[in-house]
């Protein structure tokens, strides 16, 4: 019997929006495809805070920040500073759960496994980067498509060639994250509209549907499509916003209603609440626990501005979204188009970004396709993001990841009994 395969694909920022746009444009031809060997998840949620370090930790180890303690940044009320927690990953990942189990594992510029547990010129868990840098998704699948070529890859200074591919690859390219936001990206410049910007997206997204393809060409000619499974997903959305920032009003409304609200930076002793930007949305950590008066007041001040689109409370954060206890006693989510960011945008053009609840960030892209994946072409149940490994680990090699907490979702393969049967010898 073939060993399992399992590849993972991340394309940061793809919002599940950009596929419905490709799709009325009737440039989706490639997922459609692509489709067809599985099915799309057209309900796929991102999580809290949907930033693309917390987001990625949480999809590699099935589970939110109350185990990678990581969602993005934190006030620490104690040293009287932000503190960043850039690549913090306290759970146990996909690659360190199959490594642990006797399986081979890599990935290729997945920046949250790097040395962790993937190294370069490790062949068990071997890390690649591409000979180019920067490098974009072109760069990077033609690394994947030698690998699955069965033709020599370089991790660091050692030549590999797998005759098959590793039992788990994780691959991550940001081209489309780039784009989103409106950064001048490669031969992109910054845009002056939304729309301009679409069109560079989806020119990309055309891109990234035929590589995928070439790839799964590839692996179908080797015979290795047969006992895989490949799953194609995002960490989080985008959403545009405009023009002036309602974080000085929302300073002056807390203020005019008795709350000593400030910046991190601007902190006294008076300060009860501290308001910590970051693009669209805002957190509020309070000094001390506010009084049920306080509460109260500062919900009505907060959910009364005309540009808050959800106000959401810590008790809410830890149930719903598994947010850890370090995180914001509020989060304010303003309505798409309106931000928090810490400066103004300029007329001329616009910024977007997915710190938000709005549906661009939130509903995100997946699909899985593969030889033994259900032919259901489209599964609407509200999946996710924390479910989809813990879900393919199960089923393809009955491995569990330590600290996962996403939900095991059944009836994604044919056959799914012999599967986990054989995933248990293994
Ligand atoms: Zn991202
Ligand atoms: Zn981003």
Redesign the pocket.
């Known amino acids: 019997m073939a060993h399992k395969k399992l590849v993972y694909i991340n394309i940061?920022?793809f919002s599940f929006s950009y596929l419905e746009r490709l799709k009325r444009k009737g440039k989706a031809g490639g997922f459609q495809r692509l489709q067809n060997d599985g099915f799309l998840f057209t309900g796929l949620r991102s999580g809290l805070v949907s930033?693309?370090n917390p987001m990625q930790s949480a999809i590699l180890c099935g589970a939110w920040s109350e185990k990678t303690h990581n969602f993005y940044q934190h006030y620490d009320l104690n040293e009287g500073r932000v503190i960043k927690h850039k690549r913090t990953f306290c759970a146990e990942n996909a690659a360190q759960a199959l490594l642990r189990t006797g399986h081979t594992v890599a990935s290729i510029h997945q920046f949250m496994l790097e040395n962790n547990p993937c190294r370069e010129g490790d062949a068990q868990c071997a890390y690649f980067r591409c000979g180019k840098d920067p490098s974009d998704s072109r760069d990077r699948f033609a690394l994947l498509k030698r690998m699955a070529l069965g033709q020599a890859v370089y991790t660091g200074e050692r030549k590999i060639v797998y005759s098959e591919l590793p039992d788990f690859t994780a691959f991550y390219i940001d081209d489309i994250?780039s784009l989103?936001?409106n950064n001048a990206y490669g031969p992109y410049p910054k845009r002056a509209t939304f729309e301009e910007r679409q069109r560079d997206i989806e020119k990309r997204l055309e891109v990234i549907q035929q590589e995928l393809e070439d790839f799964v060409d590839i692996c179908k000619q080797r015979g290795l499509f047969q006992n895989m499974a490949i799953l194609i997903t995002t960490d989080?959305g985008?959403t545009p916003f405009y023009g002036k920032s309602s974080l000085p009003d929302l300073l002056v409304r807390l203020n005019g209603a008795g709350i000593k609200a400030t910046l991190p930076e601007m902190r006294t002793t008076d300060t009860q609440v501290i308001v910590l930007p970051y693009t669209i949305e805002a957190s509020l950590y309070c000094i001390h626990p506010l009084t049920q008066e306080q509460r109260q007041t500062l919900l009505k001040v907060c959910r009364s501005a005309p540009y808050m689109q959800q106000v959401l409370e810590k008790e809410e954060m830890r149930h719903r979204y598994g947010m850890d206890s370090r995180g914001p006693d509020f989060l304010l989510c303003p309505h798409a188009g309106s931000h928090f960011y810490h400066k103004d945008v300029s007329e001329d053009t616009f910024g977007a970004?997915?710190d938000s609840l709005d549906e661009t960030s939130q509903h995100i892209f997946g699909m899985l396709i593969g030889g033994k994946v259900r032919h259901l072409v489209d599964y609407p149940e509200a999946v996710s993001a924390i479910d989809l490994l813990p879900t393919l680990l199960h089923t393809q090699f009955g491995c569990t990841m330590r600290d996962s907490t996403g939900k095991i979702w059944h009836g994604w393969f044919e056959d799914n009994q012999s599967m986990e049967r054989i995933g248990a010898f293994e």
């Open positions: 940061d920022g930033i693309t994250d989103g936001h989080h985008m970004s997915h």
